[in-house]
């Protein structure tokens, strides 16, 4: 199964609304036969980062258009650091409190960031207070979504410094993540 990235632009910017646009990425997506994998509300609910499951691109764009909201993708990503399955078990568990956005340099290769990954992804332990949960890489190597579980912002910059890797974008995430 693929895995598609859907970012929505929530009108409104209030929890609301994001539960609404959520909501409405469920009810499509299973009626397409689709399965919401996981969606993190940034911390202002003016965006969410929705994953689905699904070989169908065409089921990915109807659930996203379901929201009535202005969107990207969906795009297709790999997931690493993580298995689908923990993914799902991990839906009812303490959930991502900030997400990184990468946008990768032009020469970075799929081949040439894994191997990064796997050669960093140890100097977490110098950061024990911060937990590296998961990557989403998006296929076509414009960026990766990277999620967190860290008491603050500052300690989620310590912990980009210690892999040297740059952060684009950061967000605290709303915390009651699906």
């Known amino acids: 199964m693929a895995l598609h990235l859907i970012e929505v632009t929530i009108d409104g910017a209030h929890r609301e609304a994001a539960d609404a646009a959520l909501d409405a990425v469920a009810d499509a997506a299973t009626a397409t036969g689709t399965e919401l994998l996981e969606a993190n509300v940034t911390g202002d609910h003016a965006r969410a980062f929705v994953v689905l499951v699904s070989d169908d691109r065409d089921a990915a764009v109807a659930a996203a258009r379901a929201t009535g909201l202005r969107f990207t993708g969906p795009d297709e990503v790999r997931l690493v650091g993580a298995t689908i399955d923990a993914v799902r078990a991990s839906r009812d568990a303490a959930s991502a409190r900030y997400l990184v956005e990468w946008d990768f340099p032009a020469d970075l290769t799929m081949d040439g960031y894994l ?26 190597m414009q960026k990766c979504l990277c999620l967190y579980d860290a008491p603050g912002e500052q300690e989620v910059r310590r912990a980009r410094e210690v892999v040297s890797t740059p952060i684009t974008r950061l967000h605290a995430l709303d915390g009651d993540a699906r």
């Open 115 to 140: 191997a990064r990954k796997q050669e960093k992804t140890p100097l977490y332990e110098q950061v024990p207070e911060v937990s590296f949960l998961r990557t989403y890489v998006r296929e076509d």
